[in-house]
């Protein structure tokens, strides 16, 4: 068959699980928890699928979630968006960016990508026809920062759409108010979209805010902003996320929707709807993932890997050039094999070679299974 993606294999998220899994590994590499949600969530489950919503529900999703989806994010980004027109459930953050992507990209079409990205990015651009522009951030002293300048010498008039990612996986790094008034600027006197992923939203750390682009009208009003219900409750496995996105926008992004999924599991919506009138675990959860980071930093402080700061996310990138020096590829098999913890190469974030020598934990686990590995770490 004439491949329409011929560089791309297995993920590196199933491939490292696969490998962790052979091995017998504690699984540091793909990003999920390790322990169980609230019960009590799986009790509205339960209760909408005794109550009969088992059938199709709305295409743009079930209006009690996307009522609450609307009462949080007014809340905490002070946007108003329709509940009618503006909020679509998706299958998972995945089908919400290919969805955003096919539904904008032209053939043709050129679209930013700050490096490293997340790995779904750049093969859909292509399936859609698309160019991808890829900008490395920069990493100096520890830090990776975006670079502006840069990425505005690479917009063009075929320039449709900047993918940004903050609380951002893999390297933990946030947006700061500067960077949201660097893209307002970039943006402002052309057609150009945005695609903001916004997984992590609730996992930003040491008191600092969440800077939604829902919270920037202007930005607000030429964005898709996604979120997963996997990242925030514990459930990667139900594959429940949304789009917010202004009336016109929402209107393209569902009539490609419609012909991708369709619609969402109804239980899982509902179920998601009635918790989260009756929750406020979104507000808990940066204090229960800064916990786990400072726990896990503090035991790898210790060891020979050097820790990067970590602002938002439950990813810990680490340089282990004190360590080794095969390449991230290698030492994260090796890492696996050997020394029973998986991780992820940095390398997988990236189309392009690098000479950085990271790799990224996640630190989304069980007490005694970072403790169990920590002490793997901490020996090398
Ligand atoms: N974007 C980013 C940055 C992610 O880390 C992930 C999950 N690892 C996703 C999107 C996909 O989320 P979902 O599981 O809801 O499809
Ligand atoms: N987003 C998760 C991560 O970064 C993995 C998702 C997946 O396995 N596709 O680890």
């Known amino acids: 068959i004439n491949s329409k993606l011929p560089k791309v294999t297995t993920t590196i998220f199933a491939t490292m699980s696969a490998l962790a899994h052979k091995h017998q590994a504690i699984n540091l590499g793909?990003?999920?928890?390790?322990?169980?949600c609230d019960?009590?969530?799986?009790e509205h489950v339960h209760q909408a699928m005794l109550a009969g919503h088992n059938q199709y529900p709305l295409m743009s999703g079930a209006a009690p979630?996307?009522?609450?989806?609307?009462?949080k994010v007014k809340s905490l980004y002070k946007h108003d968006y329709n509940v009618d027109s503006e909020i679509t459930v998706t299958a998972g953050a995945t089908q919400a960016i290919m969805t955003t992507i096919l539904a904008c990209v032209h053939a043709g079409d050129e679209v930013i990508?700050?490096?490293?990205?997340y790995d779904s990015y750049v093969p859909t651009i292509q399936l859609a026809g698309g160019t991808p522009v890829?900008?490395?951030m920069r990493f100096e002293n520890g830090e990776f920062k975006?670079?502006?300048?840069?990425i505005e010498s690479k917009i063009s008039d075929k320039t449709r759409l900047i993918i940004i990612n903050s609380p951002h996986n893999p390297t933990g790094s946030t947006l700061l108010t500067s960077d949201l008034e660097a893209l307002a600027q970039l943006t402002r006197d052309n057609q150009i979209l945005i695609l903001s992923d916004e997984v992590y939203e609730h996992m930003v750390f040491d008191k600092q805010a969440h800077l939604s682009l829902a919270s920037h009208p202007e930005l607000a009003a030429r964005s898709f902003i996604i979120s997963s219900?996997?990242?925030?409750?514990?459930?990667?496995?139900?594959?429940?996320a949304y789009v917010l996105a202004p009336q016109t926008l929402s209107a393209e992004f569902r009539k490609v929707h419609q012909f991708n999924v369709f619609t969402v599991n109804s239980a899982m919506q509902l179920g998601l709807a009635s918790y989260m009138q009756n929750s406020d675990a979104h507000l808990q959860l940066a204090s229960f993932y800064q916990e786990k980071r400072d726990y896990f930093r503090a035991a790898l402080a210790e060891s020979n890997f050097r820790l990067l700061a970590v602002n938002g996310t439950y990813f810990q990138c680490v340089d282990y050039s004190g360590i080794s020096d095969k390449s991230e590829l290698e030492f994260a098999s090796w890492l696996t094999e050997e020394v029973g913890v998986a991780a992820?190469?940095?390398s997988a974030f990236y189309q392009q070679q690098t000479q950085n020598k990271l790799v990224r934990f996640c630190f989304a686990k069980k007490k005694e299974t970072l403790d169990a590995a920590l002490e793997r770490l901490t020996k090398l």
């Open 134 to 136: 890829l900008v490395a």
């Open 39 to 42: 019960p009590r969530l799986i």
């Open 65 to 71: 979630l996307r009522q609450a989806i609307a009462t």
């Open 113 to 117: 990508v700050i490096e490293p990205a």
């Open 344 to 346: 992820i190469p940095v």
């Open 229 to 240: 219900f996997g990242k925030t409750y514990h459930v990667t496995g139900w594959k429940v």
């Open 30 to 36: 793909q990003g999920f928890p390790d322990f169980e």
């Open 146 to 150: 975006i670079d502006w300048d840069e």
